[in-house]
């Protein structure tokens, strides 16, 4: 099992740029998390899914977007890219205990 | 609502020494706690959870937690830290039934340095 996979590991944007953050599980969970994690912040959650084609907002869901198509992916979408977007994002997924991906490194210039 | 609250944004301790991490929740119903660790540059590992059995909870790599209800308390503790230890910690909470994971709370987090 790869567990949860995020590509890509980092990415620079300029500001008013979109981009999708990849998210994916082998683990056939169905729920699913995107969080942010910002210094000395802890981890904020910005969307959910509890099922292919159910998803919900969270704490932090402005200026962004996910789908659920499928139990393995979630991706996660920012349409215009904001220097307050810049984090690292990690997706996680779980049946109980909550497995988390590597994260993504976005900066927003 | 719920909330966590982690005393102390960094501790410091020896190589051999007691590691506290101290963690208060504020939940208005029965909570399931966490804490998790993340080494630098990758994601959370599940260290151990809290959900209503035995109020002392074993965890890997040697750590322990003791969930308090009277003090809203679920501090984290290793009798002797190792250099591998050196980590950011967080403590979070959930109300989710069943005791799953659903829509966790994070504490800010405690980063772990052990000095040789």
């Known amino acids: 099992n790869a567990g949860v996979t995020q590509t890509p590991k980092f990415r620079i944007l300029k500001i008013g740029q979109s981009m999708t953050l990849q998210c994916a599980q082998d683990?056939?969970?169905?729920?699913m998390y995107w969080y942010r994690q910002d210094p000395g912040m802890g981890l904020k959650l910005i969307y959910y899914s509890v099922g292919a084609g159910i998803t919900d907002k969270g704490e932090v869901p402005n200026g962004y977007n996910v789908s659920r198509s499928t139990t393995e992916d979630f991706p996660l979408r920012l349409e215009l890219a904001a220097p307050s977007q810049t984090s690292v994002y990690f997706c996680a997924s779980s049946r109980g205990e909550q497995f988390f991906g590597p994260g993504t490194r976005l900066t927003v210039l | 609502a719920q909330s966590v609250t982690q005393l102390g944004s960094h501790v410091s301790v020896s190589e051999g020494a007691l590691v506290l991490l101290r963690c208060n929740y504020s939940?208005?119903?029965?909570?399931?706690l966490f804490w998790y660790v993340q080494y630098p540059n990758q994601g959370l590992q599940l260290l151990l959870k809290y959900t209503s059995a035995a109020t002392l909870v074993k965890g890997i790599n040697g750590f322990e937690a003791e969930f308090k209800k009277s003090e809203t308390s679920f501090h984290l503790t290793k009798p002797s830290a190792h250099m591998s230890d050196a980590a950011e910690y967080f403590c979070?909470?959930?109300?989710?039934?069943?005791?799953?994971?659903?829509?966790?709370?994070f504490g800010k987090g405690t980063l772990l340095t052990v000095n040789p």
């Open positions: 683990m056939n969970h169905n729920y």
């Open positions: 979070a909470v959930t109300t989710g039934s069943g005791g799953s994971n659903y829509k966790l709370t």
């Open positions: 939940s208005s119903v029965p909570p399931y």
